[in-house]
């Protein structure tokens, strides 16, 4: 079985150089990039398994990187912030990121989050339940967790997997309250608990593709879709 492919994108090269030896010896194949022009470079034309990219990068800076990735693919990403800024976290996730870790990270972190991310990719159909495999409807919303596609109005919808796994984990409890540690552990698979703007960011874009009165906030709870 090929190694998972890992593009990393960091212009400090201490960091760049002791995080690819560290994901290397933990069995990853890395190419690393020390700014957003080579790192585009670098993606478009190996195209690796996932992308790994720190927020304040020369030539193309990380959140824009993202977003031309983004663009072109649907492969995980995770961003690198230096700092645990709710600006920089925010950006990243809007633009389409699907995970953030903060520096200095511990690098048996770091690996966790990648781990989780690719199960989260890699899941043929996320989630267990009696409704596995059919097609589920909620106004001109229709869901084929097989095929893993999702159409409004008969037009299908763009999703990214951690997109995909979210909108699954609400359509099996139509009307029920999920909260933020709850959709944190089943759909980010995060035993030991996160940050909670990486659910908010994820419902706000996952909104403004299914409808901005589909999830419905219950203030002090979490979200819910509305049946």
Known sequence: MAATHVLFVEDDDVIREATTLALERDGFQVTAAPDGVTGLEA?????PDLALLDVMVPGIDGVSLCRRIRDESTVPVIMVSA???AIDVVLGLEAGA???VTKPFD??????????????FRAASPG???DEGAVLSFGDIAIDPEGMEVTRAGQRLALTPTEMRLL???ARTPGTVLSRDHLLARVWDYAWGGDTRVVDVHVQRLRAKIGQDRLETVRGFGYKLRA
């Open 168 to 170: 699954l984990e609400f």
């Open 43 to 47: 993606f478009r034309e190996e195209r």
């Open 83 to 85: 700092r645990a800024d």
């Open 98 to 100: 699907d995970d953030y």
């Open 107 to 120: 690098g048996s972190v770091l690996v966790a989050r990648i781990r989780a991310v690719l199960r989260r």
């Open 128 to 130: 267990e339940g009696p």
